[in-house]
T-cell receptor
C-alpha cells in the first residue's frame, strides 16, 4: 500500500542553520504531497503542498519540490529560527483514496538560539 | 471560523472506564477524520466519515473503539472499556469534498491518559 518514510529525529540545529528533512514515498499513480507542522500543544497544520511532478510548494521560507523520479519531497529552509521548533510530518494523498491522508512518523526539530 | 473543536482537551481515567471524545468539524466540511498519535506509531488514521457515513474504519484497533457521526456538526469517538495502552493524543480533522489536493484542518487534540 501507499506509505511515507521520513528521516528520524530529533534534529537539533542552531539558529540560521540550513534545514533539510528527507521524505520519500511509495504510491500508485501520482499522489498529492504535503508537509504538515505541529507546534507544541497544537494540532497539525498544513505548511505546504504540491500536487504534480516538479511542483514546488513553499511557505514561511520552507520549500519542497515534488520529485517523481526519486519519489521524494524533501523539506528545506535556508535559515531556521527558534520559532520553527516543531514536529514536521510528510504526507501523501492518493487520487483514488477518497480523502485519506497517509502520514510519515514525523521529525522533531529543535532550533537553539 | 472557529476551526475544528475537540473536547475535552485532557482526559484522565482509570482502566475499564468508558471514555468519550467529541469533535465539531468546520461548517461545510463533509469529511471528518479521527487520528491517534503515539510516540511509537506516529499518526494513525482510525476512521473517517463522508457526509456522516463511515467510509473506512479499518484503522479502529479493536471492538472497544467505536465512532459515530449523528449529524454534520458532531462526532464522537468512544472507548469502552479503556486500557492503559489507549493512552495517546486523539485528533479530529475535517476537509471539504475529499479532493486529492484539499488540506485537512486539525483540532488541538485530546490528550488521553488511562491509568
Amino acid at each position: 500500500g501507499d506509505s511515507v518514510t521520513q528521516m528520524e529525529g530529533p534534529v537539533t540545529l542552531s539558529e540560521e542553520a540550513f534545514l533539510t528533512i528527507n521524505c520519500t514515498y511509495t504510491a500508485t499513480g501520482y499522489p498529492s504531497l504535503f508537509w504538515y507542522v505541529q507546534y507544541p500543544g497544537e494540532g497539525l497544520q498544513l505548511l505546504l503542498k504540491a500536487t504534480k511532478a516538479d511542483d514546488k510548494g513553499s511557505n514561511k521560507g520552507f520549500e519542497a519540490t515534488y520529485r517523481k523520479e526519486t519519489t521524494s519531497f524533501h523539506l528545506e529552509k535556508g535559515s531556521v529560527q527558534v520559532s520553527d521548533s516543531a514536529v514536521y510530518f510528510c504526507a501523501l494523498r492518493s487520487r483514488g483514496s477518497q480523502g485519506n491522508l497517509i502520514f510519515g512518523k514525523g521529525t522533531k526539530l529543535s532550533v537553539k538560539p | 471560523d472557529a476551526g475544528v473543536i475537540q473536547s475535552p482537551r485532557h482526559e484522565v481515567t482509570e482502566m475499564g472506564q468508558e471514555v468519550t471524545l467529541r469533535c465539531k468539524p468546520i461548517s461545510g466540511h463533509d469529511y471528518l477524520f479521527w487520528y491517534r498519535q503515539t510516540m511509537m506509531r506516529g499518526l494513525e488514521l482510525l476512521i473517517y466519515f463522508n457526509n456522516n457515513v463511515p467510509i473506512d474504519d479499518s484503522g479502529m484497533p479493536e471492538d472497544r473503539f467505536s465512532a459515530k457521526m449523528p449529524n454534520a456538526s458532531f462526532s464522537t469517538l468512544k472507548i469502552q472499556p479503556s486500557e492503559p495502552r489507549d493512552s495517546a493524543v486523539y485528533f479530529c480533522a475535517s476537509s471539504k469534498q475529499g479532493f486529492a489536493n484539499e488540506k485537512l484542518f486539525f483540532g488541538s487534540g485530546t490528550q488521553l491518559s488511562v491509568l
